[in-house]
């Protein structure tokens, strides 16, 4: 196990809602990313946050957004859910410095079901 | 902009054979290249990295992976497989000079490993 935790297992909502996924970093690392995984696709990047601001994003609308707090926990908030919302999300941390990257630790994953 | 392309979609082989799964990626600048193990209800497991140096990576649990600049490969390789090791295998790049903090990984689609005992 990495030591990245994440909650909820499962959750399921209706489109037009707004949902909230954690993520617990591993130990001593500062920084957290968010993937969105559909089903039969690999992970795709949502957002990093370094040091408790947003330090890079992928493709995503700005109705997903993000938090990292002091200790490094972090939230993924996703408003005006939509049925192409269904996915995994995954969170992973690793610790890095400028110009130095190492190798990101996955969560378990939150599996989000709208309706 | 960077991607990862995942040729095959499953790889069948039996067990005690050698296995191979392949990726070819591109980037702008040099390549920082991972891959990743998936099994069923589970996030993603870290198997091995190639930043820079021999082009044959060692990893986890027997892996291996060969890293081809010339023809921007990095093929996941195992000169034994188990049965333990059917799962879902993604191939994973950055470009190492894409910008200081941001840490985008692109995935591949993954390909389906089914060891037949």
Do not use: M
Request: hydrophobic share 30%; charged share 15%.
């Amino acid at each position: 196990e990495t030591g990245v935790t994440q909650s909820p297992t499962h959750l399921i909502k209706t489109r037009g809602q707004q949902v909230t996924l954690r993520c617990s970093s591993q130990s001593g690392h500062n920084t957290v990313s968010w993937y969105q995984q559909a089903l039969g696709q690999g992970p795709q990047f949502i957002f990093q946050y370094y040091r408790e601001e947003e330090n890079g994003r992928g493709n995503f609308p700005p109705r997903f957004s993000g938090l990292q707090f002091p200790n490094y926990s972090s939230e993924l908030n996703v408003n005006a859910l939509e049925l192409d919302d269904s996915a995994l999300y995954l969170c992973a941390s690793s610790l890095q410095f400028p110009g130095l990257s190492n190798e990101q630790f996955f969560g378990p994953g939150t599996r989000l079901t709208v309706l | 902009a960077q991607s990862v392309a995942q040729p095959e979609d499953q790889v069948n082989v039996a067990e005690g054979n050698p296995l191979t799964v392949k990726c070819t990626y591109s980037v702008s600048g040099n390549p920082y290249l991972f891959w990743y193990v998936q099994y069923p209800n589970r996030g993603l497991q870290f198997l091995l990295k190639y930043i820079t140096g021999d082009n044959l990576v060692k990893g986890s649990y027997g892996f291996e992976a060969e890293f081809n600049k010339s023809q921007t490969s990095f093929h996941l390789k195992k000169p034994s497989a188990l049965v333990s090791d059917s799962a879902l295998y993604f191939c994973a790049v950055r470009d190492l000079y894409s910008g200081a903090g941001s840490y985008q990984l692109t995935f591949g689609k993954g390909t389906k490993l089914s060891v037949i005992p």
